[in-house]
């Protein structure tokens, strides 16, 4: 066991970083240019938050958490999710004091105890992004076009917004009356799921994915006929401003968030290319989360994707990602003079921002640039004896195969101009 890692836990080995380097930066750098900084929170935090802002009728809560006893016998929970950790956060520093709206975004890992399966990890990562103090739909539409933008900018195209509004507490009473009054008479061809729902969530029965249940559901009445006024306008806003920006949606009714604190738009991202596993985003709006975990009556919507699993959309799709950059010099040594005078050369070069490498194995001449191509060296260099006397070298670009002559002590000088440094 010594040897193998957690079962549902995967490396990311070094020569694969790049690819997470990549969609790192460009998660970032949108984000960035949506005005949202970034929020780190604790990987682990008291249970009982999520218990509160995940919702103790929710499988996450009552199945899959990483749940233990630290020594101090308090109970402890590692992140099953980005947001409660950050709803915790706006509160604990009072962010409702500064300037609102609060925008942040995140990268985070996660921890769940589910039955692993492609792109699904027990310790898996989620990006996402939460606003607080703003109930403008306008807000709802810039959440969901910063994921839109990364799908985009990552070369996803094929992906469909489903958007839906699951109410407020107001209308959502009403609508779970009548819904319960739908569901009474077919609770006995229901699964067991259901009817431990029936009474405390009936949304959520909604969401059930027993293929029995919902046939027996699929004429089901539907949140998003039954909002009142103010949720009415607000999700047609919501639309305006979609169509504002040329962002195709669809109406999905069957997207429901069943806790009393979601409130308004809720949305998720279908990749029409991996099938009915497809949801790579999901996302909505939940003014009453910040209250509910013991803040002042705050605003708030967010998204939260799978990093893994969009990974994995793009690697299925073949979308390219761009290849890391070679280091940018590797010296070739010959003899124990210039292999102390090239360890020399080598700190100065990557003080100054110039990768550089030199052979730590005793390798001959042959397998020193054997080695400098496999690690994709732009220039390199041969220092001997001869070299270290006369302050000549032949600096070789190894893409061209051109080489010139140089002074070995103007070698800084001329490789950053060569980089364009
Ligand atoms: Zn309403
Ligand atoms: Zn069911």
């Known amino acids: 066991m010594l040897t193998k890692g957690a079962k549902g836990t995967k490396d990311v080995i070094p020569e694969e970083s790049y690819k997470w380097h990549y969609i790192e930066s460009i998660y970032k750098e949108v984000c960035e240019n949506f005005g949202y900084k970034e929020i780190r929170t ?25 749940t233990f006893k630290d020594k101090g016998g308090r ?15 706006f509160v604990e520093n009072k962010l409702y004091g500064g300037v609102q709206p609060t925008k942040v975004f995140y990268n985070t890992p996660c921890f769940r105890y589910e039955r692993p399966q492609a792109g699904r990890l027990r ?10 103090g703003s109930d403008s739909p306008s807000v709802d ?6 994921a839109y933008t990364v799908f985009e900018r990552l070369g996803l ?30 609770l006995d061809k229901l699964c067991n799921t259901c009817n431990s729902r029936y009474e405390k969530n009936p949304l959520r029965i909604l969401d059930c994915k027993n293929p029995s249940c919902q046939e027996e559901l699929k004429d089901a009445p539907l949140m998003i006929d039954h909002l009142c006024d103010d949720c009415r306008e607000h999700f047609d806003k919501v639309k305006e401003y979609l169509d504002a920006i040329e962002i195709d949606y669809i109406i999905n009714p069957k997207i429901v968030r069943g806790l ?4 308004k738009t809720a949305f998720e991202f279908i990749s029409k290319d991996i099938g009915a596993q497809g949801t790579v985003c999901g996302g909505g709006r939940y003014n009453g989360l910040v209250k509910e975990i013991g803040g002042p009556e705050t605003a ?20 390219p990602f761009p290849e890391p950059r070679g280091i940018d010099i590797f010296i070739v040594t010959i003899g124990e003079r210039a292999d102390i005078e090239s360890f020399s050369i080598l700190y100065k070069l990557r003080k100054l921002g110039i990768s550089a490498d030199k052979d730590h194995l005793n390798r001959s001449i042959r397998a020193q640039f054997k080695y400098a191509n496999k690690i994709d060296a732009n220039f390199t260099i041969v220092i001997g004896d001869d070299e270290l006397d006369r302050d000549v070298i032949t600096l070789k670009n190894m893409k061209t195969g051109d080489q010139r002559e140089i002074k070995l002590s103007s070698l800084t000088k001329e490789l950053k101009q060569e980089l364009g440094r």
């Not at 009393?260 to 409130?263: G, H, I, K, N, V």
């Open 123 to 132: 310790a898996f990562h989620q990006f996402g992004v939460e606003v607080f």
């Open 42 to 66: 604790p990987v682990f935090e008291h249970t009982n938050l999520f218990e509160r802002g995940v919702g103790e009728t929710t499988d996450v809560v009552q199945k899959e958490m990483y």
């Open 75 to 89: 109970s402890i929970t590692l992140k099953p999710e980005g947001t409660s950790s950050i709803v915790r956060s």
């Open 141 to 146: 539409v810039e959440v969901m076009s910063i």
């Open 157 to 186: 195209n094929n992906i469909e917004l489903n958007i839906n509004s699951v109410g407020c507490p107001k209308c959502r009473a009403e609508y779970n009356h009548i819904l319960k009054e739908y569901i009474a008479p077919k």
């Open 300 to 319: 708030g919507i967010g998204f939260g994707m799978g990093v893994e699993r969009l990974l994995l959309t793009l690697e299925s799709l073949n979308i």
């Open 260 to 263: 009393d604190y979601y409130t």
